[in-house]
């Protein structure tokens, strides 16, 4: 079935730092993906989307690609600031299927 | 242009009794979905409705949970005899089509059994 994947946290940077979360899925088709943002006490909010191969979604300074080759859609920020700190989700939605994974948690120190 | 609504935010029962989780999802979205999240953990999904059916419900415990989006109202996400295990946050999250598009969550219920 469908599977998203992402690296092992808890990921600690320091202010300014670059940032890579990386995302790979497994799906039957050609899925829409989604970086998801959870802060403390709060839902989910969305953060970018890409929904073809070679799609950039972009918001707030964070970016990711879709990349169909490799079936990755890895999260980046050039530079990170202390209110990045929170847990970063990637999903993937194909047909009626939603599926997250589990969740990478960012601390960036001051 | 509310968001989705979920109340209440927080939720403490004691064990044996019901626990009732509403959700009023955005304006225009009839895709609803429930997921359950234990401290330090990701989500796991429960139970996916449109108005008036149920969608998938594998995720959810077949026994003493059950959940229900009607035609008028939120939806409500039931727990009987509650356990200490059923501690957790509950989000629920709509969208307008249910395929292909982003999911939009509520800020959660957050549970505690006694």
């Known amino acids: 079935g469908d599977s998203v994947t992402q690296m092992e946290g808890p990921v600690t940077l320091s202010e300014e730092a670059f940032l890579t979360i990386n995302c790979t899925y497994t799906?039957?088709?050609?899925?829409?993906l989604f970086w998801y943002v959870q802060y403390p006490g709060e839902g989910l909010q969305l953060l970018l989307k890409a929904t073809k191969a070679d799609d950039k979604g972009s918001n707030k300074g964070f970016e990711a690609t879709y990349r169909k080759e490799t079936t990755s859609f890895h999260l980046e920020k050039g530079s990170v600031q202390v209110s990045d700190s929170a847990v970063y989700f990637c999903?993937?939605?194909?047909?009626?299927?939603?599926?997250f994974g589990p969740g990478t948690r960012l601390s960036v120190l001051p | 242009n509310a968001g989705v609504m979920q109340n209440p935010r927080h939720l403490v029962r004691r064990r044996g009794q019901e626990a009732r989780l509403r959700c009023s999802p955005m304006?225009?979205?009839?895709?609803v979905y429930w997921y359950r999240q234990l401290p330090e953990e990701g989500l796991k999904f429960m139970v996916y409705?449109?108005?008036?059916?149920?969608?998938?419900e594998s995720g959810m415990p077949k026994e003493r949970f059950s959940a229900e989006f009607p035609k008028e109202g939120p939806s409500i996400l039931r727990i009987q005899q509650v356990v200490r295990g059923d501690s957790a946050a509950y989000f629920c999250a709509s969208s307008r089509t249910g395929t292909a598009e982003p999911q939009h969550f509520g800020d959660g219920t957050r549970l505690s059994i006694l």
């Open positions: 304006k225009g979205h009839s895709h």
């Open positions: 409705l449109q108005k008036e059916n149920i969608i998938d």
């Open positions: 999903a993937l939605s194909y047909g009626q299927n939603f599926v």
């Open positions: 799906a039957t088709g050609y899925p829409s």
